[in-house]
Structure formats: C-alpha cells, structure tokens
C-alpha cells in the first residue's frame, strides 16, 4: 500500500512540476518541443550561476516535509535507514526572505552506516527570470558533511536538457523541531537558441 502511495506522490510531483509553467519556451506541444530539438543543433550552451536558500520547516503547519514510509527497522536506526520523505519546500532569494519557488519531492535515507539521503528534487521556479521553469536534481545528500555535491540532470522550460551540480550547505538548523535552511548554490549549462538570449 505504502509502494502505491510513493508512486502517487512521484506521479503527482511530476505532473504538477509538468503543468507549472514553460519559462522562456512558449510552445510545450509535442510539435513546439520537436521544433526546439530540430533547431538544438544550433543552440549555445550558457553558463548559468543560481543561488538561493531551501526552506524545510517540519515544525510551520502544514509542515513542508512529512515521512510517508519507512521500514521496519528505521525506529532503530541511528541513520533513519528506510524512511521515505516527501518535501514541498520553499525557495527563497535569501533565508527566510522572498519566495522564488519550491523544491518538490523526496529524501530516502539510504545509509546504514552514515546520516545520508538519495534525494529527488525539482526546483519549480514561480518568480523572477525563470519562472515556470523546473531543474531536477537526483544525488546522494551525506547530510552531515559541510558541502554536498549533487548533479543537476535537466529540466524544463529556460533549464531544457540542462546540466550542472549544485552544492548544497545547511544554514540553519533546529533538531528538535525538525527544520532547516540550506543555502544552494548551482552552477549548470542551458541551450540558449537563436533567438532566446536573454
């Protein structure tokens, strides 16, 4: 049942993060996405620098980030080995200021030997010169080291077939009430058409 609801929860993330917005691409049909591929050949790559502060505030109703599986022996485990956590978090242009977006989707703790996540995130832009675009993110998080490296493996809108990392740092973090601010810093190319510079 949990396996069903997981498969919902990613399911509906994508979907929304689909229907959010196009950024800079004004035709998302399936023939203004092959007119952008057949005209790709001729696109430069842009290196582009973002910079903003994730927001997970478990203890802020409703909460940003709740479990929604584990196993058996994740209550015992001293790295939450198991847990399954789905995350709508804000984005915001410095801590706890300006909302440009949310990060949506899932943490699961992977390690038996270290504080560590397999993290799938989207990173929907609402405000500013991205909005409705998404980037995607799918790495390891080793949550207790000062810096995290995670690859950023495309996205949509302004961010289509983008590529990058981003690092991630904590910033502010309360235990006991579960929250946390992470300052993300991403470095990544996009395919800027003819046409498209901005």
Known sequence: MMMR????LLLAITIS?????HGLIDDQSPEGVQKWFEEFPDAKPKLTKLHFYLNDIASKKPPMSAPVAQAESTATSPTNFGLVTVMDGALTDKPSGKVIGRAQGLFTFSSQEELSALVTL?????DGEFSGSTLSVLGRNPIMQAYRELPVIGGSGAFRLARGMATAKTYYQNVTAGDDIVEVQMVLYRNVLPGQED
């Open 5 to 8: 609801l997981v498969a919902l």
């Open 17 to 21: 993060a689909a229907q959010l917005g």
């Open 122 to 126: 989207n990173f929907v832009f609402t």
